[in-house]
């Protein structure tokens, strides 16, 4: 049996895709054999990888990521990673996100940065790049501020030391802080006091009474605002769950006699054109579930584990006790189905995302600081 997939075909067992089609996993080929071969028959709805070095998301190539043999590693090269989610995302269905209250929360919030002395910029640890806001700079101004990357308790030492240092270059403050336990809340209280204590020196030259610090807190869904604040409050002032979309409307909270904080829904782009950071969204579960189709998000990020040297397949492996096939994501998805769900992929899907999203894999951050 033969399954073609944007001009290649390829030999051997089929997996299974909607629509009637299939796919499946490869051993080895030329890139100049590939070349040869007749156009697709398939409409333009395919999945379609090219150029690059990177293998297809469902295909088994070599790759210099591709290495996690036991005593055998090519030296890693993140900048390869982004390469690669480029290509394994490019064909797959578009991961967009914009429910309607964020629209009204932006107009709001520009009016309510105003008032604010201090803006504390909350990103997810593990994905620090792709949580950042493309205009956030250009709201900000000149106005102070705070950077908190939190969940630092997913990420190793090393990606801690790693962002610290590239936005020390960058003269920005950074907090890293879990929002759960409350590790961070402190300092960065103490640090927002502080950065914005001018504001009271101005009002007393001006012969005005003090007045408690502004801190806005902004960032993308889900990536612990209001378990921050709360943790900050030492109550539970805002509503806060694990998933994108909980806090809805702009809240001003005290903190002690000093400090007000607003507390405010998660603003993201109206459209995200770099589908490789939409991807690492849906991985790290910061936007929204029907935006995104689960079972190739995990088989991405299946796709990514493997390649990471300190993972790598093993801990796939140790996981579910099931071999990881040349790195290819959808056939390990396949099986998992067939293991443990009786060939359910959403549900097999479901578990690996929930699975990294709990931590189960160790400590992963999916992106290190840019070059």
Not at 2 to 13: E, R, T
Not at 60 to 85: A, F, I, M, P
Request: charged share 25%.
């Amino acid at each position: 049996m033969a399954a073609q997939l944007s001009g290649v075909w390829f030999n051997g067992p089929a997996i299974p895709l909607t629509g009637g089609r299939s796919l499946q996993c490869r051993s080895s080929s030329s890139p100049s054999a590939l070349s040869a071969l007749p156009s697709s028959p398939f409409p333009s709805s395919s999945i379609q990888i090219v150029g690059g070095k990177a293998n297809g998301l469902y295909l088994n190539e070599t790759s210099k990521l591709g290495t996690t043999s036991e005593g055998s590693q090519e030296k890693y090269d993140w900048n390869d990673l982004e390469t690669d989610l480029y290509y394994w995302t490019k064909q797959l269905r578009p991961v967009q996100w914009y429910p309607g209250h964020i629209a009204k929360t932006e107009k709001e919030l520009k009016e309510q940065l105003k008032l604010m002395d201090v803006v504390i910029e909350v990103r997810d640890a593990r994905i620090p790049m792709s949580t950042s806001h493309p205009l956030m700079d250009s709201w900000l101004g000149n106005k102070t501020h705070i950077l908190v990357l939190n969940r630092e308790d997913m990420v190793s030492t090393a990606d801690r030391n790693a962002w610290a240092d590239y936005f020390a270059r960058q003269g920005i403050k950074v907090v890293f802080s879990n929002g759960k336990l409350g590790m961070g809340t402190l300092k960065l209280g103490r640090l927002a006091k502080t950065l914005a204590g001018s504001v009271n020196i101005k009002r007393k030259a001006k012969g005005l009474l003090p007045r408690p610090v502004r801190a806005g807190i902004v960032g993308y869904p889900n990536v612990g605002k209001s378990s921050l604040i709360n943790r900050l409050l030492k109550r539970r002032m805002c509503p806060a769950a694990p998933r994108p979309g909980v806090t809805r409307e702009l809240k001003w909270v005290r903190f002690g006699k000093d400090l007000e904080l607003l507390d405010s829904p998660g603003i993201i782009p109206m459209r995200i054109s770099d589908q490789t950071s939409a991807i690492k969204l849906a991985i790290c579960d910061d936007i929204g579930e029907r935006s995104y189709d689960v079972v190739d998000v995990a088989a991405v990020l299946v796709q990514m584990l493997s390649r990471i040297p300190n993972l790598g397949d093993k801990v796939l492996q140790d996981r579910y006790k099931i071999g990881i096939d040349g790195h290819c994501g959808k056939l390990f998805v396949e099986k998992l189905a067939l293991q443990l769900f009786n060939g359910d992929t959403h549900q097999a899907s479901f578990r690996i995302l929930s699975d990294f999203r709990k931590g189960k894999f160790g400590w992963v951050s999916l992106e290190r600081p840019p070059r």
